[in-house]
Every structure is written in C-alpha cells, then in structure tokens.
C-alpha cells in the first residue's frame, strides 16, 4: 500500500488550498486517515483525523479553519484548509492508522502507522 499526498504549494495568508492523499493497494481495513505537519524546527503534529466510521477530531489551532473528508470509493482523504496563516506553513503528510492490507504475496499484512511523503505548504505574502 502507498500513500500518495498533493496540494501543497505557496498561498497568501487568507488563502485556502486543498490537500489530497489518495491510497493505493489491497486495503483490508484501517482505524483513521490522518493529516500530520511538521513546520522547520518542530515536532510533528496532528491536524485532522477522520476514521473508518467517519468521526473526525481537529487541533485545536485549525478547527473551523480546516476541514477533513473522505472519498471511500477512490480512498481518498482530503483537508481542505480556509483562511491560511504563516504558522500554518509545514510539510503536511497523511497516515494511515492500524491499516490491514493484502501484500504483493498475497499475505495479510497489519501496519500501525503507514505514512505517506509529504507536501509543502507555504504560507507567505
């Protein structure tokens, strides 16, 4: 299974992007898709997490700003992020959380944590 992320790219304060990380393989099972950042110097964090049931949970710095939803049938997750700020500038990255999926082997595989690369988000006048 790969995660594929896209979106991200440099915006004005005020602007919005949307962010996309679409699944790719034999997918079983998973508890959460989750959007993760990490801004120079920092730890990464999580932003938006919606899961198999399609609850979803929110930093606090990015709730009413940002939204996270779900294509089952592409299996792909989105955040779409409003009235960006310059502390939102990060490299975002997607995980999938607790995933079963089918190997090339045809052997059911269990993954805490199944991240994908992640995009570039510039905030900046």
């Known amino acids: 299974v790969q995660l594929q992320a896209s979106g991200g790219g440099l915006v004005q304060p005020g602007g919005s992007l949307r962010l996309s990380c679409a699944a790719f393989g034999r997918i079983l099972s998973f508890n959460s898709m989750n959007w993760h950042r990490q801004a120079p110097g920092k730890q990464r964090e999580l932003v938006a997490g919606i899961t198999s049931g399609g609850q979803t949970n929110y930093a606090d710095s990015v709730k009413g700003r940002f939204t996270i939803s779900r294509d089952n049938a592409k299996n792909t997750v989105y955040l779409q992020m409003n009235t960006l700020k310059p502390e939102d500038t990060a490299v975002y990255y997607c995980?999938?959380?607790?995933?079963?999926?089918?190997?090339?082997?045809?052997?059911?595989?269990?993954?805490?944590?199944?991240w994908g690369q992640g995009t570039l988000v510039t905030v900046s006048s």
């Open positions: 995980n999938l959380e607790n995933v079963n999926y089918y190997s090339a082997h045809d052997v059911i595989v269990a993954q805490k944590d199944l």
